[in-house]
């Protein structure tokens, strides 16, 4: 929005609450056009594409946690399938043909080497991976058969939050991830981050992640828009790109960082690893800068001053709302 674009958000507010929105517009002042809709329903999808001339779609619904996939694959299967093939679908019935696809890094599983680049064999380990995955396939195979223009993002591990601290994660329950479950340890919330493995061959034994500041990950997103804007060939095209840093942390270097803003220890104790994690992996972000003039700017520091001043302004969330 503040790229001025026009934004029209469809959401089944499965994860996510309005009052989001409410914060946008504090920090934008525009309002988005907002749908509570569940794309897989294709009436009202339909209904939101009559509505308004669409140029393009950012396409960020999904089911996304590793875990759960496992335990209810065909959820998962049924949930990030079904809403992509739908939507694609309702797209071409448009003549709607740009999209940017939330991929992730998952996709690369347990890589060889690193830093990773796009053209790395592509292992999922889980069903939520290879949901990602084949959304990426409908994709290619899609923009090979028409003029779809698709960008692939695949994102390492965004964390962080909007620095007016207005805008931020809440995730419902327990967080199965490393930023949110520092946070709540560090207003009272938990009692104790439990970090999993201490004797991975990595910098001092725990896992190390291409940590993303989430703002930095939007931007992404206007440039992928701008990058398709301006391809404007008859023939479809489908790019991929990675969103990371290009710098590897480990979960004890984000502890350390957390503190230094927090000003206090983190009470942790380090645990078992967690099944189904890799050691070590991090992005060569390379190709996104050279073909869309997109590099993350925002340091560790600044995604823990962002995450510390969301969750201590909000320290229930949007719940208080
Ligand atoms: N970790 C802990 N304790 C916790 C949570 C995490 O030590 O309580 C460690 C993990 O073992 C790992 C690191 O912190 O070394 C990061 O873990 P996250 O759960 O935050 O993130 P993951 O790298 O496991 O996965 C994330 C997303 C996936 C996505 C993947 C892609 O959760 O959806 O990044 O890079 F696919």
Redesign the pocket.
């Known amino acids: 929005m503040q790229a001025d674009y026009d934004v029209i958000v469809a959401d089944n507010l499965s994860n996510s609450v309005d009052t989001a929105l409410e914060r946008v517009k504090e920090i934008t002042g525009k309002t988005a056009f907002f749908y509570q809709i569940d794309i897989r329903d294709k009436a009202a999808l339909t209904e939101v594409f009559n509505q308004h001339p669409i140029d393009a779609v950012i396409h960020m619904a999904g089911l ?3 875990g759960e996939s496992c335990a209810e694959p065909l959820m998962y299967y049924q949930n990030n399938l079904d809403a992509s093939m739908i939507l694609f679908e309702v797209m071409q019935s448009f003549s709607v043909n740009k999209v940017v696809f939330s991929s ?3 996709v690369y599983g347990d890589p060889d080497t690193v830093p990773i680049t796009e053209d790395f064999p592509l292992r999922m380990m889980n069903p ?2 290879r949901t ?1 995955y084949m959304v990426e396939e409908m994709l290619r195979d899609i923009t090979l058969a028409s003029n779809m223009q698709a960008v692939l993002l695949r ?3 965004p964390i962080g939050a909007h620095d007016s601290g207005l805008i931020g994660e809440d995730p419902h329950g327990i ?5 949110p ?1 520092i946070a709540q340890v560090a207003i009272g919330q938990r009692e104790k ?5 201490g004797d991975y061959p990595t910098v001092d034994g ?5 940590y993303i500041h989430v703002v930095d990950l939007a931007k992404g997103h206007v440039k992928a828009l701008e990058r398709i804007a301006e391809t404007e060939t008859k023939q479809g095209q489908c790019l991929t790109y990675n969103l990371g840093t290009g710098r590897g942390s480990s ?1 004890i270097e ?1 502890i350390n960082a957390f503190e230094k803003v927090y000003g206090d220890k983190i009470n942790y104790e380090i645990v078992e ?2 099944p189904g ?2 050691p070590e ?1 991090f992005a060569n972000p390379q190709l996104a800068n050279e073909e869309m003039g997109w590099r993350a700017e925002k340091s560790l520091d600044d995604m823990m001053t962002d995450t510390w001043r969301w969750q201590s302004q909000n320290p229930n969330g949007y719940k208080d709302d």
């Open positions: 996304k946690a590793v992730s890094a998952t939520y991976g990602k994102y390492f591990n967080p199965n991830n490393l930023m479950y981050l439990s970090v999993f493995g725990t896992g190390v992640r291409d979960v984000v690893r967690r994690d890799v992996y």
